[in-house]
């Protein structure tokens, strides 16, 4: 990492984020305590210079390093070969929710190249590993409830089978974020799927706290949880 980038870490860290942030991610280490919309103005910063060099860097000692460097590959300017070049490289430094989160969130060149990179993000969905599946399906929830996609984004949900709790807890979100947009064909997954118990009524559980969806629906959804089998 740049130094002087670092160094411009260092001074915006806060404390008291910081312990507010460790919280949330419990396990991450080296948690500076800046916040994200100030890693968003240095990181646009970045993408205005010479962002590719930046990338070429590959320490990330500190949290906010990490997640510096993914908001850069969103704001870069290129083809979309290149950026999902640099997704590649990135996605496997994905340890923590927040840093999956905000790198999807970031990604809106896929709402000009949706096909190419569904194509992309296909080997993630079945990876073994937690947080590759959690970058995928998070990634389906921020560009693919549309017409177009519904029926492709629920079949591949349904599929999914990784025993990680951030991906079971990303297929959870997403399922519900296809409720909240799309609820006709959605409810007709609800009653004919594949998920397991624990993604299944978490799905319900995230849809009945939206403040998007009527009281007699959420009565209606909290009638289709399942029971969960005693260990």
């Known amino acids: 990492?740049?130094?002087?980038?670092r160094e411009?870490?260092?001074?915006?860290?806060?404390?008291?984020?910081?312990?507010?942030?460790?919280?949330?991610?419990?396990?991450?280490?080296?948690i500076l305590g800046v916040r994200l919309p100030v890693l968003r103005k240095i990181a646009k910063e970045i993408a205005k210079e010479d962002w590719r060099n930046f990338l070429k860097d590959r320490t990330n000692e500190y949290f906010e390093e990490t997640m510096?460097?993914?908001?850069?590959?969103?704001?870069?300017?290129?083809?979309?070969?290149?950026?999902?070049?640099?997704?590649?490289?990135?996605?496997?430094?994905?340890?923590?929710?927040?840093?999956?989160?905000?790198f999807c969130n970031g990604l809106k060149i896929t709402k000009k190249n949706k096909e190419k990179v569904w194509e992309f993000l296909k080997p993630y969905f079945s990876s073994?590993?937690?947080?590759?599946?959690?970058?995928?399906?998070?990634?389906?929830?921020?560009?693919?409830?549309?017409?177009?996609?519904?029926?492709?984004?629920?079949d591949t949900l349904?599929?999914?089978k990784h025993e990680g709790y951030y991906a079971k807890m990303a297929v959870a979100w997403a399922v519900s974020a296809c409720?909240?947009?799309m609820p006709e064909?959605?409810?007709?997954?609800?009653?004919?799927?594949?998920?397991?118990?624990?993604?299944?009524?978490?799905?319900?559980?995230?849809?009945?706290?939206?403040?998007?969806?009527?009281?007699?629906?959420?009565?209606y959804l909290r009638t289709m949880k399942r029971p969960m089998k005693s260990s």
């Open 185 to 219: 064909p959605t409810l007709a997954f609800l009653r004919n799927n594949h998920l397991d118990d624990f993604t299944y009524n978490k799905s319900l559980q995230k849809i009945t706290e939206s403040l998007k969806i009527d009281k007699e629906t959420k009565v």
């Open 8 to 30: 411009q870490l260092f001074v915006l860290a806060e404390e008291e984020y910081r312990i507010f942030t460790s919280r949330l991610l419990p396990g991450t280490k080296n």
């Open 68 to 102: 510096l460097q993914g908001m850069v590959i969103g704001y870069g300017k290129a083809s979309i070969e290149e950026i999902l070049g640099y997704v590649t490289d990135f996605v496997p430094k994905i340890d923590n929710w927040s840093v999956c989160d905000s």
């Open 1 to 5: 990492m740049d130094p002087l980038i």
């Open 158 to 160: 349904d599929k999914i």
């Open 128 to 154: 073994n590993k937690e947080f590759h599946v959690r970058f995928g399906v998070v990634m389906l929830l921020h560009y693919y409830i549309d017409d177009e996609y519904i029926d492709r984004v629920l």
């Open 179 to 181: 409720y909240i947009k």
